[in-house]
């Protein structure tokens, strides 16, 4: 059992360049979310989605877009990457909130995919 | 708006000794309160939640979460640190704002425990 599963772990851009970062899930959960990890912001959320075809902004969506047109998979886009977006992103996946059972509200998250914006 | 609040950015322990991370937080609603832990070049992990029930949550590892609604804390401990509990602490609380199903994270709490 993968659980969660992001591609690449590592990239090096250019200001300008784009790229797509993949989250793939294997336990069937509705909701699947993109962090960005900062030193001393924690994480923040970027955007996120509690179902098959919908995506809504979090904290900090400007210069990134989503899709989730599959219920396992999320992507991230950067259009036109900038040296500001250089960052560790996170993706992570969890049941239904409104589930009754012990592991709702509990996010799964993957390892981590560094991006570097020269 | 809701918030969290981890006022000790890093917290030293001496091995077998007990520890705690701190957490305050604001919400609109009922809170629903979690800690994840995070080694090096990791993804976070879940440690334990408060929900509702028993202000005393207990978790994996061996750690422990007191819910205290008065103070708004839920501050994480453990009786007798390891040197392997080394890590990131993030607590988080529930996003209220918007459609359902986030969480607000806090900034983190480097734990470091010296043998």
């Known amino acids: 059992n993968a659980g969660v599963t992001q591609t690449p772990k590592f990239r090096v851009l250019k200001t300008g360049q784009s790229m797509t970062l993949l989250c793939a899930q294997d336990m069937n959960h509705e909701y699947m979310y993109w962090y960005r990890q900062d030193p001393g912001m924690g994480l923040r959320l970027i955007h996120y989605s509690v179902g098959e075809g919908t995506t809504a902004k979090g904290e900090v969506p400007d210069g990134y877009n989503v899709s989730r047109l599959k219920k396992q998979n999320f992507l991230l886009g950067l259009e036109s990457a900038a040296p500001s977006q250089t960052s560790v992103y996170f993706c992570?996946?969890?049941?239904?909130?409104?589930?009754?059972?012990?592991?709702?509200?509990?996010?799964?998250f993957g390892a981590g995919s560094r991006l570097t914006v020269l | 708006a809701q918030s969290v609040a981890q006022p000790e950015d890093q917290v030293n322990v001496a091995e077998g000794n007990p520890l705690t991370v701190k957490c305050t937080y604001s919400v609109s609603g009922n809170p629903y309160l979690f800690w994840y832990v995070q080694y090096p070049n990791r993804g976070l992990q879940f440690l334990l939640k408060?929900?509702?029930?028993?202000?005393l949550v207990k978790g994996s590892y061996g750690f422990e979460a007191e819910f205290n609604k008065s103070q708004t804390s839920f501050h994480l401990k453990k009786p007798s640190a390891l040197v392997s509990d080394s890590a990131l602490y993030f607590c988080a609380v529930r996003n209220y704002g918007g459609s359902q199903g986030n969480l607000i994270f806090g900034k983190g709490t480097k734990l470091s425990v010296k043998p």
């Open positions: 992570a996946s969890s049941p239904n909130w409104g589930q009754v059972d012990s592991g709702a509200n509990v996010l799964t």
């Open positions: 408060y929900i509702t029930g028993d202000n």
